[in-house]
């Protein structure tokens, strides 16, 4: 009797720990790529990255003339040298349970068909669907601290994304991507190239290399913000049926002041819940205004509940 009580206790211990490792959040290698980059502000931003249960992790560049992550879209100026990025300060990988936050139109336009209450991972698995879902923080990089990034347009470059079934040694590419923003908040149309709105709508994605340096362009997928902290979600397709699919949450923080206080905080911690309560203390510690500590504390307890266990 004594000896099964051990055994029933040893099992249970061990489920514990079992379920333990497969909710708990891992933090992987710092992700970067050219968009890490500023000439701006001169230095190079390495995103914190972290990945919920299943656990996967960015995959280093596919291209060596145009070296960009495939998985996330980049946020940056257009120039006629193509682009200033902006920098990322975290990115959280995620599973499909994270699109229980999208609206039904965004669901519908990545799977079409599929109803509200549908397991959109089972639809996924059953069409043969790859879908690889972050939600990511971006900075500033393409502006110098006393530059205001509000009311300024911006362009989200697909560029990596596109590069994803070409050669490493790619010289130059041009591809039309499907690709949507959704539940803008803090964001208005640009002044022309918008990217499409609460939809699925075609772009065109080139890159050529001038044997000196990579060209990215051209100047599509624009956006206007109008607050200190915006945030949407981005959703982009590619093959024949659309089957490989990327669809990001993304932050964006519109004055130095909001990203340098987001990045002291991703500097000095390293639990990923004090990382997301520390960044939710944010509006408060700056005196935010409302909208803007509306935004980003609804990003922040958006992605606190997707990362509890399920």
């Keep these: 009797m004594k000896r099964k009580t051990v055994l029933l206790l040893s099992f249970f211990l061990l489920l514990c720990f079992i379920s333990q490792k ?10 970067f790529d050219i968009s890490a980059g500023s000439l701006v502000t001169y230095d190079i931003t390495y995103a914190k990255q972290w990945s919920l249960p299943p656990v996967w992790f960015l995959k280093r560049p596919v291209s060596n003339n145009f070296p960009l992550l495939t998985e996330v879209p980049a946020v940056g100026v257009y120039t006629r040298y193509g682009y200033n990025f902006r920098q990322r300060l975290l990115i959280v990988n995620m599973s499909e349970h994270a699109l229980e936050l999208a609206p039904r139109h965004m669901r519908q336009s990545i799977t079409p068909g599929v109803t509200q209450f ?3 991972g089972e639809v996924l698995a059953n069409g043969n669907l790859t879908v690889h879902i972050c939600a990511v923080i971006t900075g500033k990089g393409s502006h110098p601290d006393q530059t205001s990034m509000i009311g300024k347009e911006f362009n989200i470059s697909f560029h990596g994304f596109a590069l994803k079934h070409y050669p490493e040694e790619v010289k130059r590419i041009v591809h039309v991507l499907p690709v949507g923003m959704f539940v803008p908040l803090g964001i208005v149309s640009a002044s022309n190239s918008s990217i499409p709105m609460g939809r699925l709508g075609t772009i065109l994605v080139t890159c050529y290399f001038n044997d000196q340096a990579p060209v990215i362009g051209p100047n599509t ?8 902290v915006s945030s949407f979600w981005t959703a982009a397709k590619m093959g024949h049926r659309g089957e490989d699919i990327i669809v990001t949450y993304h932050l964006l923080l519109n004055t130095s002041r909001v990203s340098d206080a987001v990045r002291r905080v991703l500097e000095s ?4 819940f004090d990382i997301l309560r520390a960044i939710r203390a944010v509006p408060n510690t700056l005196n935010l205004d409302d909208f803007s500590s509306y935004v980003l504390r609804d990003w922040v307890d958006n ?5 509890r266990p399920f």
Excluded at 303 to 307: D, E, G, L, N, Y
């Design 221 to 228: 997928s624009r956006f206007k913000t109008v607050a200190a």
């Design 269 to 272: 911690t390293t639990d990923y």
């Design 303 to 307: 992605v606190a509940h997707i990362s």
């Design 118 to 120: 549908q397991n959109i």
């Design 22 to 31: 497969l909710s708990s959040q891992v933090q992987g290698r710092d992700a």
